[in-house]
């Protein structure tokens, strides 16, 4: 509900798709798509019928200071009923073993069995540092609203990520997407 920590929860909810989408028998639709859903009153099964999916995944996520909630829920679409549920309370810093948690067990629940190296990949922390990954979360929202000071303030994030751990490879990446954003779109050349 809160306004300003929207980008938290938008990032929370792609980095759970990200981690679902190194499955390889998941077939996972993107965010973008599923973003036009957000704030709709549709019902799971008209959802589930327009994107051709059998399952839904829906959730929450809320922090207080250094804690975080997590409810997640995966739901057949055609029937509405719920196929897993479960509810993370935690310090903010366990916010990747919750996702890798999350993306493990929709695995379970659908019958999916998990690749050694899959299960690495789930299981493997972008960053150990949270306030760059609060930066990297930030900076991917501005990017994803295609306006050229938001696609600046985007690059700033970005920086601020990449400056408290420079080994944050995903921030690395969506700088460079940002960079050429900013290229393609705008029209100017990186200073």
Aim: hydrophobic share 35%.
């Amino acid at each position: 509900g809160n306004q300003e920590d929207e980008y938290f929860t938008d990032g929370i909810m792609e980095d759970i798709l990200t981690q679902l989408s190194k499955i390889g028998e998941l077939n996972v639709i993107s965010r973008t798509t599923m973003m036009q859903y957000k704030g709709l009153k549709k019902s799971l099964r008209d959802i589930g019928n327009e994107v051709h999916a059998g399952v839904v995944l829906e959730g929450s996520a809320r922090r207080l200071g250094n804690r975080i909630r997590i409810s997640s829920q995966l739901i057949d679409a055609e029937t509405d009923k719920h196929l897993w549920a479960e509810t993370y309370d935690r310090d903010m810093k366990d916010v990747f073993a919750i996702q890798s948690d999350v993306a493990q067990k929709i695995a379970a629940a659908l019958a999916v069995k998990l690749a050694p190296k899959e299960k690495e990949l789930i299981e493997k922390k972008p960053t150990e540092n949270m306030e760059a990954y609060n930066y990297y979360l930030k900076g991917r929202e501005y990017y994803n609203r295609y306006k050229k000071q938001d696609n600046e303030t985007a690059i700033e994030l970005f920086k601020k990520a990449i400056s408290l751990d420079s080994t944050f490879a995903d921030a690395w990446a969506r700088l460079s997407m940002a960079y050429c954003q900013r290229v393609a779109k705008y029209g100017f050349v990186v200073s």
